[in-house]
């Protein structure tokens, strides 16, 4: 990675502002999951040891409809980010404007202070240039280390260091790392898998990744749409009908590199308790029942293709693994590559629900690398330049 980073640049007596992502789950007052709060901690322990002034703390949550919604406040985040990083936190009410710059100013020498959601302002995900002035002018230094919304061109992600001298956090730096690196020079056999809903939602990647990877493994949602571009009958199954001939466009370019599930998971309803079985991916799905998940058929040939890999990458569940009863392929294939990680191999989850299964697993700390960054992971996949990066100061 060709950007500067916090160890290159003087901290010292600086105001430090920092893009985090606390973009986390709630339950009224109540992180839920802060497994993105905990990514950030390093970096900003680091920050804290090179003494600088203030330490201002900035980040999206949530989707408010660009005002200030108490749903989407960042308040019950101060808790878990002071516990983390043991130190008192204070809170602004507000991102910009005098309730920030008073809040800033009332810091004590090192203090740490989280904002208000960025995005109770419009002028956020405009990349408003007014909006980015009065962020910029609560720091003198600024520090992205937000992966996760390195792929948006917000007044906080991109706007902001184009005004301070800008570089990236360690949370940034390994997630370029393991995700570039994984990509342009991966150690081989090479092995990606693809799963979640949705074909068109992940084109791009198939499509990159056909062209660098030794086999890509198809699952969950996403290969009803390869089944029924097959002529396979499937029922109810979720499927992306304006999506047949990408599919079919796919297979034939794959040169036998795409692997489809041998065996599906049927059931007649789409809820946890309904009766299900398992069938040959070839065989037609009775009309009533829907495909919920891989077969331990299809993890068992999942499992051969897997073997002796040394890069894997993983991106969505297998099947519908909020319900139990249809998580076994997703969670079987997460404990096959904590094995496999174990054996030597570099693994790294893509972010979102592929991250979920695999802590729900209880296997996230057997993985090399898990991303918190769905969106901007896939985009990185793709092969494209993510704003929040290009922004940052080059190394000379």
Not at 92 to 103: F, L, S
Not at 144 to 168: C, I, K, Q
Not at 355 to 380: N, P, Y
Request: glycine share 10%.
């Amino acid at each position: 990675m060709n950007k500067k980073t916090v160890r290159d640049i003087d901290l010292k007596g600086k105001r430090v502002l920092v893009r985090v992502d606390f973009n986390v789950p709630l339950d009224g007052a109540t992180v839920t999951d802060d497994t993105r709060v905990r990514a950030s901690i390093p970096t900003l322990k680091y920050i804290l040891e090179q003494h600088p002034k203030a330490v201002i703390l900035m980040s999206h949550l949530g989707r408010p409809k660009d005002k200030p919604d108490p749903k989407y406040s960042l308040k019950p985040v101060v808790a878990t980010v002071a516990q983390h990083l043991g130190v008192e936190v204070a809170f602004a009410d507000d991102c910009i404007g005098p309730v920030a710059e008073e809040a800033v100013a009332k810091l004590p020498e090192g203090g740490v202070l989280l904002l208000e959601n960025t995005r109770f302002h419009a002028g956020e995900t405009k990349n408003d240039p007014e909006i980015v002035k009065q962020l910029a002018a609560l720091g003198d230094v600024y520090v992205n280390d937000a992966f996760g919304s390195a792929h948006r061109a917000h007044a906080s992600t991109t706007g902001v260091a184009e005004l301070l001298p800008a570089v990236a956090g360690f949370l940034m730096e390994r997630e370029l790392d393991f995700l570039v690196n994984a990509v342009e020079s991966p150690k081989r056999p090479f092995v990606a898998i693809m799963g979640g809903a949705k074909v068109s939602d992940k084109i791009e990647v198939i499509q990159t990744l056909l062209q660098k990877v030794d086999k890509l493994l198809i699952g969950g949602g996403m290969a009803n749409t390869f089944f029924k571009a097959k002529g396979v009958h499937i029922g109810d199954s979720l499927v992306e009908d304006d999506a047949l001939q990408t599919a079919q466009n796919l297979m034939e370019a794959a040169s036998g590199k795409l692997i489809l599930p041998r065996e599906v998971v049927i059931a007649d309803a789409f809820e946890d308790g309904a009766k299900s079985m398992s069938i040959p991916s070839d065989e037609n799905v009775p009309d009533g029942w829907r495909i919920m998940d891989i077969g331990i058929g299809a993890v068992r040939a999942f499992q051969a293709e897997l073997a002796g890999a040394k890069t894997i990458i993983w991106n969505g569940p297998m099947g519908v693994f909020e319900m139990p009863n249809f998580a076994k392929g997703t969670l079987e294939l997460a404990q096959t590559l904590a094995k496999l990680t174990d054996e030597g191999a570099t693994t790294i989850i893509g972010g979102g629900d592929s991250a979920a299964a695999v802590t729900q697993a209880g296997l996230d700390e057997k993985m090399t690398h898990i991303s918190t960054g769905g969106g901007a992971s896939l985009e990185l996949l793709e092969g494209r330049q993510l704003p929040g990066v290009i922004a940052l100061n080059d190394r000379d």
